[in-house]
């Protein structure tokens, strides 16, 4: 599975954006899919996971009630949708795919990765 990230950018706080992570090859609906970021000089953290058939999600706390995570897997996508963004949030965000549940929170369990893409928030 390749993974390719979009739809990062700049952003005041409280805006919004929509982070897509588009896949290739035919076996996407097999996999669960995570996001994660990665502030500078900080390392990479989970953010959401979306289980293989888009019905379950799980989020870190920070994002709760903020960001959603959906996936279309007719088309080979996966979302974040980011509310209510804060200066904190500013960080590369990339998508992970793995065989493992939504509540997978570990980088190391995850088989594939995207190439990220930057979210900064002014304040």
């Known amino acids: 599975v390749q993974l390719q990230a979009s739809g990062g950018g700049l952003v005041q706080a409280g805006g919004s954006l929509r982070l897509s992570c588009a896949a290739s090859?035919?076996?996407?609906?097999?996999?669960?899919l995570a996001w994660f970021r990665q502030a500078p000089g900080k390392e990479r953290e989970f953010v959401a996971g979306?289980?293989?058939?888009?019905?379950?999600?799980y989020y870190a706390d920070f994002v709760k009630g903020r960001f959603t995570g959906s996936r279309d897997n007719a088309q080979n996508t996966v979302y974040l949708q980011m509310n209510s963004l804060k200066p904190e949030d500013t960080a590369v965000y990339y998508c992970?795919?793995?065989?493992?549940?939504?509540?997978?929170?570990?980088?190391?369990?995850?088989?594939?990765w995207g190439q990220g893409t930057l979210v900064t928030v002014s304040s």
């Open positions: 992970a795919a793995g065989v493992k549940g939504a509540r997978t929170t570990l980088t190391y369990e995850y088989d594939y």
């Open positions: 979306i289980s293989w058939t888009g019905r379950s999600t």
């Open positions: 090859g035919d076996t996407f609906s097999s996999y669960a």
